[in-house]
């Protein structure tokens, strides 16, 4: 049997209108051309029933916005399997012809959208997402991602020590990780942390997360209350900030400049609102590049230990150095045991593994291992090998001698170009990134705008703020576009704002 | 110079006591030995200084949980540098000489102690850990972890399969993973569903999550906030308890038998509790063994959507059946959106590599995407090829049909053992797990303790429940331990039982 558009007005939907009426949603107009629903006698796939629909809402029977017939009232009038016309709907939604709204129903969608630009206008329509959206869009000219480039780094070597890392533990896959971590790799980097770092600790007091990500997230799993005062640089790593947000965290701001920090207001706000714990990248800070001076970080372990104030040393940069090597970070400094290392390699050696470490006293690291424990159960083991292979080798510092140079070139390219302009910034000692302050008359969300659409990334300054207040800063990456396209993209950058 | 402990009390220690007499805590009582601090005028390593503490801790001038002098203190009358202390301190603490208590200092840790039995009494110390304590335990007959014998699993293709990965993918290690999870493997699952789970699915609807333990934890992050009424079998899965207990969950039971669930009892408990969500097993269930039969579970997926409460259905197990395939996943009844299915494969292909897979309709998905990118931003990229390339091959097949036989045997060979035995029990139809009722006369706790002393463990019954109440029950596992340690450790047991 076939169905004509009429033919389900007049026989199905009527049999069932005094039932339940309220489900009945679709106009029935008539009308002089029949769209038929397949013939259930024979096997009826979605893509016919899916097809149905598509050329009822083109014709205009359904419009923008308007709810469409319930799967069960669709399945009831066509005689067909509610799952079938729930794959159908399913089909369409991926494709974007109609939308699903949550214990409500499906609706027809509008007709697509520009995201980006706005036709009504002739002004592109301003960005607002998060740092990770902005991330995801496609540009040619990549200044945005504080990344490096893949090309810089050693995968060739990794490719060779994953073979060996079988060879050596033919039956790793079947094995689980231990919650803390594997204790080789703990071993190990207990090890280069007296050596390195210059900070003594044992390998219990070492964890190993998937990430300095989700090293973050258990601090703040462990430690943050709804309600809780936290302590963050402004600017500050906005990802940070989404972390301890989520967590019902409210936030106080500590000043940062070529001076280091302000110690007293670090002490006023620690005194005053008793914060929980202080969130801090005092090494190649990101994303100023600033570098606190050795004074204030004994200074400050000082400060937490009178305030009983947990600090957080997000340390992921303090390799990347263009002069002198910096001073060693706070945890060194900390006899109390109030301050928590984040240390990630994965930046500089392979972001692909996630692997970083977490170093704290008791009975911090006996509260992180049970964060750890039902956060996942542990840090997949294949990766910590793979990972504790290469570190062990001496191909590490030959990697990093070589790293310092390439970053140092493209930073320099970055630096020629900017002589052009008026904008200004604090040469780096440090790190992937230039952090610059443009002049009055040039906004950075505006700037933003035009620039992504000539492809040209950058993270403008109000992301790197707890409250998103405009800014004038913008953050430019100089880690993974290579020198070509840091000239083109430069070029095209300061182009962009002369015109504005 | 060198100090005697003479020297020490006198002038150093007297020097200081007017300036601040409450650090004081050592006794300084005179005796004829004297035991030398080393001498400063040289580089004293923080190994002499714990050997001098040491020394004194063995004399019994420290006593057990007797306060140490503090960092500072010790700095100062020996003329050490602080962080040469503080070396010495964790030192002594990582040997278990002293322990630190927080913000108080360190104290003399008393002799060792044996945990598991207790010298005083004949009766061996009762377990009173949790499931993770459990499993680290030494155990030459491995009954307690739910887990495949690495000797099972496909070890051999990985190793193959990951170099594979590398030759395909040499930049690999440079790039991050998609915070959902890569695509390739994203279409692979979803078309994996359809043919196998029969429930048709987009990859928008798939996440990739580091194991089914992340899984749990990102949905209970989600969705339960503290006091919540969360639903659970009576027994379930103890680790799932842990992970909605530290969300502050409130829990409801649902009593499981071998005729599936009360769906009066869940409709009864959903209209009046309005739990936020139903953490279900129905699947060769953990620890019963149980299946849910398919009417059932076409009544829960309605009951879900009346009332407004998610569906947690965790599914490791599905491959595992001995006799027929078990019914189509609850997901696959489900027309209204609200179950949210965690698949699992890691548990018998590759536990090491931690990949499970969630498949949600929006709008949870998008939610779930926000706490994965909070939580790790995104589950490494390496795992997910290298599964991917192995769940490709056709060797799944041929590997789940000679595990299904393996385990079929194993379990046998426990059942045998049994029949010694009144124990009562449902043979499972899948699954790794007997649950066993022990006789009234015979206390599962007092089996564990003894059982423990002798090397074999197994899981309490009183694990599985929310409430750590006794249980006449307990789960032995036959998937870890080969047949000739099942046939010996199972003949151990039971005389321990016998004796008992």
């Known amino acids: 049997m076939t169905f004509s558009r009429n033919a389900i007005s007049s026989e199905h939907i009527d049999a069932h209108a005094s039932a339940n009426s309220s489900s009945i949603h679709y106009p029935l107009t008539p009308t002089s051309r029949s769209i038929e629903l397949p013939d259930t006698s024979t096997r009826v796939s979605y893509r016919q029933i899916s097809s149905y629909i598509e050329a009822r809402i083109q014709r205009g029977d359904w419009q923008a916005h308007e709810r469409l ?53 002739l002004e592109p329509a301003r960005f607002d997402g998060t740092l990770n959206e902005l991330h995801h869009l496609p540009a040619r000219f990549q ?171 997000d340390d992921t940069c303090s390799d990347i150095y263009f002069g002198a090597a910096p001073p060693p970070p706070l945890f060194a400094y900390d006899t ?32 992180l291992i049970s964060c750890k424990s039902l956060t996942d159960g542990g840090t997949p083991l294949l990766n910590q090998k793979v990972f504790l292979h290469y570190f062990m080798s001496d191909r590490l510092h030959r990697h990093l001698d070589t790293l310092r140079i390439a970053l140092r070139i493209r930073m320099e390219r970055m630096q020629d170009e900017l002589q052009q302009t008026n904008w200004r910034y604090t040469e780096p000692q440090g790190g992937l990134n230039l952090w610059i302050e443009l002049p009055q008359e040039l906004s950075a969300s505006r700037l933003l705008s035009y620039a992504l659409t000539e492809g040209i990334s950058f993270v403008p300054g109000s992301l790197f703020d707890h409250a998103k207040r405009p800014s004038q800063h913008i953050r430019l990456s100089f880690s993974f576009a290579n020198e070509m396209l840091i000239e083109q993209g430069m070029k095209e950058l300061i182009r962009i704002a002369d015109e504005l």
């Open 69 to 121: 017939p319930s799967v069960r009232q669709l399945s009831r009038d066509s005689g067909m399997h509610r799952l079938t016309v729930f794959k159908a709907y399913q089909h369409l939604k991926t494709q974007g012809t109609i939308y699903a709204r949550s214990k409500s129903g499906y609706y027809v969608a509008p007709p697509a959208v520009h995201t980006l630009t706005n036709e009504n206008e």
């Open 143 to 313: 200044f945005s991602q504080a990344l490096i480039d893949p090309n810089l780094l050693p995968n060739h070597y990794f490719t060779e020590y994953t073979k060996k890392v079988f060879d050596l533990y033919p039956k790793l896959l079947g094995t689980y990780a231990h919650v803390q971590g594997d204790l080789e790799l703990r071993q190990l980097l207990a090890q280069y942390f007296s050596q390195h770092s210059r900070f003594y600790i044992e390998p219990e007091e070492l964890l190993i997360a998937s990430g300095a990500q989700q090293a973050i997230f258990l601090i703040a799993e462990a430690w943050i209350r709804p309600g809780d005062y936290v302590l963050v640089e402004s600017p500050t790593y906005a990802t940070a900030l989404d972390v301890f947000r989520q967590k019902g965290a409210r936030f106080l701001e500590v000043d940062i400049d070529a001076n280091g920090y302000n110690i007293e207001q670090i002490d006023r706000l620690m005194r005053q609102y008793r914060p929980r714990l202080f969130y801090l990248n005092p090494t190649f800070h990101n994303p100023t590049g600033l570098c606190i001076p050795a004074e204030q970080r004994k200074q400050l372990v000082d400060l937490a230990a009178q305030h009983q104030c947990l600090l957080i040393e």
């Open 336 to 367: 109390e045991g109030y301050t928590i290392h984040i240390r990630s390699f994965s930046k500089y050696i392979s972001p692909g593994l996630r692997i970083a470490c977490i170093a704290a006293r008791q009975p911090w690291m006996h509260m």
